[in-house]
């Protein structure tokens, strides 16, 4: 038996929650979110997307069913950390293959459980998204340590540290796109390539004449982590790449990279968008649909040229956008959504047909 190690969760404003580690102990900085997924607890482990951030689960027992490594949404979990209310020790599923504590050990990140995490929750829905430590100094860091640690955080470099670091190909006899991968689940490659896709992977920071090299019939932007605007680089690719004419798609952050690159801004959220019960209304057909999400940053301030065909039931954000004369279309939400509500999957058939209008009028 495993020995019960104290720690605690320090949050910006100083509010603290004390609990047990487990995982990997080692004290650990992130940004401090929440997701309301019931199930996939492990797609959320393994998304990019949460690249630098500790994570938040409101459903209280997790790691009922295990970890299946068949099911990870990346090469490994780039998380900073893992907030539970109760783990489970004796996980029940003939795919399991490790428990979620062995997983987070193995996988160097810090776990804390046996807190109200809907308290924190109401925290951090109250006052936002917030920086927060997880240590096993309970009660020892001074101020001086804590303001410290805090200002030494970043997550500036999170699509460098998720995206692969050379191309590589998935075979298709369909459309050939070309998808830049910010830190892209695998998720989206799986739901592409179940369309025939052919996909000429690359990484974040390729160039124009890299991408162009493969002559794709499109350009596709997956999801990935951290701000828009701390890659300036890629959007400025991006744009450059829209210029030539060829189709671009895009999903959660390779939306708003392309929204960026469209001359619309990026605002960050209070709280963020994280989880799989976000209404979304379709603005052409009214339709409403249930989606999975994980976002800190949201599009606004649209420019003349594009218009937004997705909102927000919840508060009124853009969930999508799509330039007026340009084969140009993206959405915030996740259409694959592994586990997760499957509403939206048409998306991906939309996205091919936008590409083949475009190759039959070339």
Known sequence: MKKTVKAELILE????FKGNAFGYIKETVGEVVFTTGMTGYQETLTDPSFAGQIVTMTYPLIGNYGINLED?????????????REKCNVPNNWRCEMDIDDFLYQNKIMGLEGIDTRALTRVLRDNGTMRGI???????????????????????????????DEPYTISGSGTHLAVLDCGIKQGILRDLKKRGCKLSVFPAFSTVEEILAVKPDAI????????????????E????????????????????????????????????????????????????????????????DLSDEVEATFINV?????????????PIFSVQFHPEASPGPLDTQELFDRFLKIIEEVKAHA
């Open 314 to 326: 919840n508060d009124g954000s853009i969930e999508g956008i799509r330039h007026k004369t340009k």
């Open 237 to 300: 690719t991006v744009k450059k790449l829209i210029d030539t004419g060829i189709p671009v798609l895009g999903i959660c952050l390779g939306h708003q990279i392309i929204s960026l690159a469209l001359g619309c801004n990026t605002t960050r959220l209070k709280f963020g968008h994280h989880g799989g019960n976000h209404p979304v209304k379709d603005l052409k057909t009214g339709r409403v649909y249930i989606t999975s999400q994980n976002h800190e940053f949201v599009v606004s």
């Open 134 to 164: 997880i240590t096993t100094r309970v009660g020892d860091l001074t101020q001086s340590q804590i303001k410290q640690k805090f200002d030494t955080y970043t997550n500036a470099y999170a699509v460098k540290e998720t995206t692969i």
């Open 220 to 235: 596709f932007l997956g999801n990935g982590p951290g701000d828009p605007k701390d890659i300036p680089t890629v959007v």
């Open 72 to 84: 990870m949404e990346s090469r490994k979990p780039f998380l900073k950390g893992f907030v539970v």
């Open 13 to 16: 404003n100083g509010v603290r």
